[in-house]
């Protein structure tokens, strides 16, 4: 399995942007994503998660109200709508899949990581 995660960039706090996870080498159904980020000399950690169908999602409280996790089965793709952004949101955005109905909060839970987007918040 495949995962490439694109749609970085900079914006001013305030602002949206919206990170695409592509999934290929199996059958995207069969896989739960997970969104995790990385701030410079911080530990990966959890920011949102989606379930094989999408009818399960959840978020790390610092991001509820703001992002919005989804997937489209077409595509072949999850994305994570991020709005309100803050300085604190700047970070590399991993997404992540495994091969489960959903995948946990903690990085150890995925087998398979995308390289990484940079977002980076200005004030």
């Known amino acids: 399995v495949q995962l490439q995660a694109s749609g970085g960039g900079l914006v001013q706090a305030g602002g949206s942007l919206r990170l695409s996870c592509a999934v290929s080498?199996?059958?995207?159904?069969?896989?739960?994503v997970g969104w995790f980020r990385q701030a410079t000399g911080i530990e990966r950690v959890f920011v949102a998660r989606?379930?094989?169908?999408?009818?399960?999602?959840s978020y790390a409280d610092s991001v509820k109200g703001r992002f919005t996790i989804s997937r489209d089965g077409a595509k072949n793709t999850v994305y994570l709508q991020m709005n309100t952004l803050k300085l604190e949101d700047m970070a590399v955005y991993y997404c992540?899949?495994?091969?489960?109905?959903?995948?946990?909060?903690?990085?150890?839970?995925?087998?398979?990581w995308g390289q990484g987007t940079l977002v980076t918040v200005s004030s």
């Open positions: 080498g199996s059958t995207f159904s069969r896989y739960a």
């Open positions: 992540a899949a495994v091969n489960a109905v959903i995948g946990g909060t903690e990085s150890g839970s995925y087998d398979y």
């Open positions: 989606i379930s094989q169908s999408g009818g399960i999602t």
